[in-house]
């Protein structure tokens, strides 16, 4: 079993849906946590960032962390054609700053 | 500001040949990595280096070298390319911003024949 686990879909949705994508993982060891965006052929940008439980709301996305369930979440509101990308989740902790990495859920959204 | 660079966007070579992969940061980071990308495995990465003049392993060194030339610049070598070597090429970089948050370069995308 990898560490952080990801559904890499694709999720297809219609333009205007609330979107939820989720990790999961196993080292209780992780306090911060990040979700990337990253499209086609392009490098991952950081989408949002979390340290420890709790939710963290940027313009259209949430990312929700429950530690105790070792679950994370990343929701988008208002869902655009341009949010397809895929969107990899990272997390980190135990005294390493080397990220590890789920594999990444394809998202489209069409119109 | 630039954020993070990499050269070549795409390459190709035939197996045996060598070659280097360069990556430059702006963003005064102590820390830069090199991972690599293939279809349904993620992000996996080759070596990283925490600060200048120091560089490690990471999951999958076998096959490549790396140089830390100074803060700025981490360069990844291939000295005999191989098939399996075929792969999307990411830089990254991460400092004190958002806690060692890493920061990706465009990537380079590298077919072996």
């Known amino acids: 079993q990898k560490e952080v686990e990801q559904d890499p879909g694709p999720l297809s949705v219609p333009e205007g849906a609330i979107v939820s994508l989720n990790c999961t993982y196993s080292n209780s060891a992780f306090q911060y946590f990040m979700w990337y965006r990253q499209y086609s052929r392009k490098g991952p940008e950081l989408l949002m960032y979390?340290?420890?439980?709790g939710n963290k709301e940027d313009g259209r996305f949430t990312a929700q962390v429950d530690k105790s369930s070792k679950y994370i979440s990343l929701f988008i509101r208002d869902s655009q054609p341009s949010d397809s990308a895929t969107y990899l989740c990272?997390?980190?902790?135990?005294?390493?700053?080397?990220?590890?990495f789920g594999r990444g859920t394809s998202l489209i959204v069409h119109p | 500001n630039a954020g993070v660079t990499q050269t070549p966007k795409f390459q190709v070579l035939k197996t045996g040949q060598s070659m280097t992969l360069q990556c430059a940061q702006d963003?005064?980071?102590?820390?830069m990595y090199w991972y690599r990308q293939d279809p349904g495995m993620g992000l996996r990465l080759i070596y990283y280096s925490a600060s200048e003049g120091t560089t490690d392993k990471g999951e999958v060194p076998n096959g490549y070298n790396v140089s830390r030339l100074n803060k700025r610049e981490f360069s990844l070598r291939l000295e005999s390319a191989a098939p399996s070597q075929t792969s999307v090429y990411f830089c990254a970089s991460s400092g004190e911003t958002h806690g060692d948050t890493q920061y990706f370069g465009p990537g380079t995308r590298l077919t072996v024949l």
């Open positions: 979390t340290y420890s439980s």
């Open positions: 990272a997390m980190r902790g135990g005294g390493s700053y080397i990220p590890t």
């Open positions: 963003m005064n980071h102590n820390s």
